[in-house]
Structures are given as C-alpha cells and as structure tokens.
C-alpha cells in the first residue's frame, strides 16, 4: 500500500557536535515534523549531520549527510498508531532527500506489524513524505 503527505517543520534544533574546520562539522538535531494528507501524524526525529561544507551566512547552500532515527504517531490510511523508522539522507542545492525503512516489531495499535520502505524531499517547491508499507 502507498501512503502520501506534505510536511511541516514544527520544531528544528539543532548544535554543533563536533567541528572539523571552519567549513566542516558534525551536528544533532532534534526535529518535529507535523505531516497532513494519507498520514495525519507527529513525527519526531533525531538526526547526526555531517557537513561536506557548511555555508554560515547561507545554509541553503552548505552540503551534508545526515542518519536519523524517528517515531511516527498518528494515522495512516485512516489506522493509529506509532512505529519507528530509520533515516539516510543528504542535503545539497537546498533540498534534502531521504530514503527511510519501518523498523520491524515498532508498530503499535492498528499499526502493529506494519512493515515498509519510505522516503521524503524538502525543496523550494515542498516537502513531500511518501510510505510503501504493509500491515503484517
């Protein structure tokens, strides 16, 4: 089944973990996200950044890589629940693109036993969160 939602930024944090130059560096970031569409959900995340090159003035044009790990709540296709997800991703150009994987056994009430791949895209044109799940 596929699953389709634009999203929000509610919160963004994020601190310098370590700096390898003044271009380059690692970060956390703790981040909320609000999702509207198939999926009505919170997601929270926490990421570990690593920035190629971090631009200080413009961060739209720095380039990084980044891990997360992130717990969706809500509905999907009308069904509650929660269930976590693995993040891989990279940002370059001022747009993020991520590829995600439900992490088996995390699903909780109408979502237990879900399984699947995902991804999502921040651009200038929107954020787009997309699900390829099943329910077991």
Known sequence: ???????????????????????MRMTKASVEYALKGDIEAKVTEEYLMFYEYFDAKDQHKSSAEYIGMMRLEGKVAGKSG???????????????????????????????????????????????????????
Not at 10 to 16: F, H
Request: glycine share 14%; charged share 25%.
């Open 1 to 23: 089944m596929k699953a389709t939602a634009t999203y929000s930024v509610v919160q963004w944090k994020e601190d310098p973990w370590q700096t390898i130059s003044p271009e």
């Open 82 to 136: 929660s269930f976590a997800l693995d993040d891989s991703g990279f940002f370059e150009g001022g747009a993020a693109f991520s590829t995600l994987r439900i992490l088996d056994g995390s699903g909780t009430g109408e979502l237990k036993g879900i399984t699947g791949t995902g991804k999502y895209r921040a651009d200038p044109k929107g954020n787009q969160f997309e699900l390829e799940y099943q329910l077991g």
